[in-house]
């Protein structure tokens, strides 16, 4: 109708008309533009609350767990150094070689990530950071995610490690069932024994700092979190 309306006005010469009609198309098509810009804009604030939302429930959920699983870990770790510490002695007495069989048994153990959160997955690798208005924010979630990622990488790295070292250890000490039957001489004049459990617990030592690490960011992204999702 409007372009009905334009053409009789440009036939009839009325100027006045024509650019009255066309104020009218572009205010329009202004307006319109403006609306969809409008609701596109509070779209993605809804979605950048959901994504906020999922991502401080789940890290909040987990702290305590975490907190238990580093609290365990580092007294795993204490036990895998006393091995080592005890291997660097002459001799043991009765005592030392209980605990010896009791702490070797650490060495044995392995933690570390192997993927990310699902609410981290989800607003990095499907692009949703971008929803994200605060710049501190963004920040925090991308120090989050770089520690993640470290940690797995040391997991891996750890991993391949592990199958190099824990079959020296293994073939090192002679068992019969869960108990070891080498002497304490055997066992304190081996040197592949010995630096073998040394690199083992720098290894879990190297493990628990990474996902140290990994807490501080964790701690420091729930802070700034609870600010924005209690809006």
């Known amino acids: 109708m409007i372009f009905t309306k334009f053409t009789r006005n440009v036939k009839a010469q009325n100027w006045l008309g024509v650019v009255l009609d066309f ?3 572009v205010i329009g098509i202004f307006v319109g533009l403006q ?3 409008w609701n596109q804009s509070r779209l993605d604030k809804e979605e950048e609350k959901y994504h906020l939302q999922f991502l401080y429930e789940e890290l909040v959920q987990n702290e305590k767990d975490y907190l238990e699983e580093l609290k ?3 007294g795993t770790l204490d036990k895998s150094f006393l091995t080592s510490q005890l291997l660097t002695q002459d001799s043991w ?3 030392q070689r209980k605990q010896f069989g009791q702490s070797l048994f650490a060495l044995f153990s392995f933690w570390g990530k192997t993927f990310r959160p699902v609410s981290l997955r989800r607003m990095v690798d499907d692009g949703k950071l971008d929803l994200v208005a605060s710049k501190p924010l963004q920040k925090a979630i991308l120090k989050f ?3 993640y990622l470290e940690a797995i990488k040391q997991t891996n790295y750890s991993q391949g490690m592990s199958k190099v070292i824990t079959p020296k250890i293994s073939a090192s000490i002679k068992f019969v069932g869960m108990n070891i039957v080498s002497t304490n001489d055997a066992l304190l004049d081996s040197s592949v024994l010995r630096s073998s459990v040394r690199d083992k617990a720098i290894l879990q030592r190297i493990q628990l700092d990474t996902l140290n690490s990994l807490q501080k960011e964790r701690i420091k992204l729930i802070t700034v979190l609870k ?3 209690s809006l």
Do not use: K, M, S, Y
């Open 23 to 25: 104020l009218v198309v």
């Open 35 to 37: 609306a969809a810009d």
């Open 72 to 74: 365990g870990i580092q």
């Open 93 to 95: 007495d009765q005592e």
């Open 145 to 147: 995610e770089n520690a």
């Open 227 to 229: 600010d924005v999702v």
